[in-house]
């Protein structure tokens, strides 16, 4: 099989080093990639949004799989691009990936099918937003712009003032563009957060490992958010009776609906949860492999990755068995001085091998290229370090050991990934 993945980060990284141990895989092609990415695949240099160069690429190269892995190329309907033309996909088609693309369709679905969330009202006018924040009085309030924001279209507001710049940036500064067109304002809620990413094809569903992001840049949950400073898996917070009142009423209930709705999902459905002390409510949705988590899911993964894929392309995957480890994994994100906001790009990588790994450690790569034969950053979250370790300690310690050997001027990281998820366990 010659398969293409569509992406440039750790978790592009992650997925086609995983794709690597299939024997059905031949070759694997990225679009466009990255540094690191060129050591385990061959890089093609066309963006991940370019519907038509995707399709001229995959049809002139005789692709038979497509791995469609970011939001935008999803919500953008690369994968019905794709399937028009023959080619089979592991991805949501646009209609069903408008369940990350729109919270205002997300949000309108949970209600219809009865599925625990928290209290909302959607807005598309900035007045009656404005007043309605007024009469509730209640704060924090979380105020989430409608579409696609790069992960920063959500701002938990700690008073009046806090929410009127909020929907005053994206109703009126158009901070987000047109995912700004209507708002959520939103019931806020609090409890341990985690991750389930499921295998599905629309009828039968395969949760992965649970995992837990650190979305803030600083330690302590604190600074700007991003895209993900690291993760581990599983998630102490995830405990057995939680996952099967999961499974009854947030994931099927989610396949189901999206089903009845004319929108069966293919694919990755990432359901971000918040154990509240009312149960497990679903904060988003995110049609796709979440990044960082997919870079602990998958080194733990047992089953052969192409064989899943391949099973929700054809809608057989009641047919396969996906196994994980019975070990913990974790992974730290290196990312750029100043990120998540502007830094440089350029700086000199010490201590990866010619392949871009350490000897002993997986390193995904998320922001690097490669020129004559020197790894340098050209991105906001440049790499991880990703560890497996039989407790969650180990696995913790492993991950920052890599640090150690693997570094650049000025790198910034989170030096507590992981002590949230411990405290849990004591
Ligand atoms: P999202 O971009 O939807 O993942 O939201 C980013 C982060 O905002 C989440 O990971 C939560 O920590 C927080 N968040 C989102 N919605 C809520 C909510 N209703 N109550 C409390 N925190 C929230
Ligand atoms: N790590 C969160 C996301 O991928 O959206």
Do not use: W
């Amino acid at each position: 099989m010659k398969v293409l993945v569509i992406g440039k980060g750790g978790r592009e990284h992650a997925i086609i080093r995983a794709l690597k141990k299939s024997n059905k895989v031949k070759e694997i092609y990225c679009a466009p990639g990255n540094g690191g990415i060129s050591c385990d695949a061959i890089n093609v240099p066309i963006s991940e949004t370019d519907k038509e160069g995707i399709k001229n690429f995959a049809q002139n190269n005789k692709i038979n799989f497509v791995v469609v892995a970011p939001d935008n190329p999803l919500a953008d309907g690369m994968v019905d691009a794709l399937e028009s033309i023959g080619i089979s996909c592991f991805g949501p088609n646009k209609k069903a990936a408008q369940i990350e693309s729109s919270k205002v369709f997300a949000k309108k679905l949970m209600k219809k099918y009865n599925i625990p969330t928290g209290d909302y009202e959607v807005f598309d006018s900035f007045d009656k937003a404005i007043n309605y924040i007024k009469t509730q009085n209640k704060y924090p309030t979380v105020i989430k712009a409608d579409g696609l924001a790069l992960g920063k279209g959500v701002i938990i507001a700690k008073n009046f003032e806090e929410a009127e710049n909020a929907v005053k940036d994206i109703m009126v500064n158009n901070k987000f563009g047109e995912s700004g067109n209507k708002i959520i304002i939103e019931e806020f809620l609090t409890g341990p957060e985690v991750s389930v990413l499921c295998f599905t094809d629309g009828k039968t569903i395969r949760p992965m490992i649970s995992s837990m992001d650190h979305k803030r840049a600083l330690d302590g949950d604190k600074g700007l958010n991003t895209g993900g400073m690291g993760a581990v898996a599983p998630n102490p917070a995830y405990t057995s009776d939680i996952e099967k009142e999961c499974m009854k009423n947030i994931f099927m209930p989610t396949i189901k609906a999206m089903e009845k709705e004319g929108c069966p999902f293919s694919g990755c459905l990432y359901f971000g949860l918040m154990i509240t002390s009312n149960g497990p409510k679903v904060i988003e949705y995110n049609c796709r492999f979440g990044d960082p988590e997919t870079q602990v899911i998958l080194p733990l993964l047992e089953t052969d990755l192409f064989d899943i894929m391949e099973a929700i392309s054809k809608k057989e995957l009641e047919k396969v068995e996906v196994k994980f480890a019975n070990k913990y994994s974790a992974c730290v994100v290196l990312a750029s001085p100043g990120y998540p906001e502007s830094y440089p790009k350029g700086i000199t990588i010490n201590g990866l091998n010619k392949d871009g790994q350490t000897d002993d450690l997986t390193i995904y790569h998320a922001g690097t290229i490669l020129e004559n034969d020197e790894f340098k950053t050209s991105g906001g979250r440049v790499l991880c370090t990703s560890a497996v370790g039989s407790t969650l300690n180990e696995a913790i310690e492993k991950a920052y050991n890599g640090l150690k050997k693997v570094n650049f001027n000025n790198a910034h990281y989170r030096k507590d990934i992981g002590q949230k998820a411990l405290a849990i366990i004591k």
